[in-house]
């Protein structure tokens, strides 16, 4: 079955602009949560979706926002961007939250020059 | 704060040789815990999970890991290792009123040598 789809893989943005980062879940699986990647802080929580509703957030600033759509699909935009957001932006699905364990997807790779 | 600390920062092995990578976390209630591992250029993979019961988990590729509530430690084994266990392997907590949200150790990167 298909994986975790992260669109687009690589992305490069310049200082205070903003960018949207879209995920497709795995058939089936409604819970979809936002991680970012860095080799100085390791992988930390942005927010998780669960029927299009945003149950949880990380301690990341206002600048960073998401949506989960009714077919699950989520997006993630960060606004104002700052050297400091290029990372590695992962996404991951559950079918039922926490109880099946998350799949998560290759990541999209964002460069803020 | 929930916190996961994962000891080791790199361990360089040689195959067959057997592996602990040790994890700790601090929470104060029920928790949910996770080893997840990264192969070099893929994405992470789910290695094992532990809910309740019985608190040594089996997982793939031939991984364990033993649950002790009184150290709050969730540390992975393998009696022998392969040179395609090379990866980085991170171990993760869900508090069980956490919804989806799991805390990361840093990781450990492994280097098994042929």
């Known amino acids: 079955k298909a994986g975790v789809t992260q669109t687009p893989r690589y992305l490069i943005k310049t200082r205070g602009q903003q960018v949207t980062l879209s995920c497709s879940p795995i058939s089936g699986h409604r819970s979809v949560s936002w991680y970012q990647q860095t080799p100085g802080q390791g992988l930390q929580f942005l927010f998780e979706y669960f029927s299009e509703t945003q149950r949880n957030k990380g301690n990341f600033p206002g600048r960073f926002s998401g949506r989960q759509f009714s077919n699950s699909r989520s997006e993630m935009n960060v606004s104002t961007l700052e050297l400091g957001d290029s990372a590695l932006y992962l996404c991951a699905s559950s079918r039922d939250r926490v109880a099946y364990g998350y799949t998560f997807g290759s990541g999209t790779r964002l460069t803020v020059v | 704060a929930q916190s996961v600390s994962q000891h080791n920062h790199h361990v360089i092995l040689s195959e067959a040789a057997s592996l602990e990578l040790g994890c700790n976390y601090s929470y104060g209630g029920t928790v949910n815990l996770f080893w997840y591992v990264q192969y070099p250029g893929q994405h992470l993979q789910l290695l094992l999970k532990?809910?309740?019961?019985?608190?040594l988990v089996k997982g793939i590729k031939g991984f364990e890991a033993e649950f002790i509530k009184s150290k709050f430690s969730f540390n992975l084994r393998k009696p022998s290792v392969q040179w395609s266990d090379t990866a980085e392997y991170f171990c993760?907590?869900?508090?069980?009123?956490?919804?989806?949200?799991?805390?990361f150790g840093q990781g450990t990167e492994l280097s098994v040598k042929p």
């Open positions: 993760a907590v869900n508090g069980g009123n956490q919804g989806g949200k799991l805390i």
């Open positions: 532990y809910f309740s019961g019985d608190p």
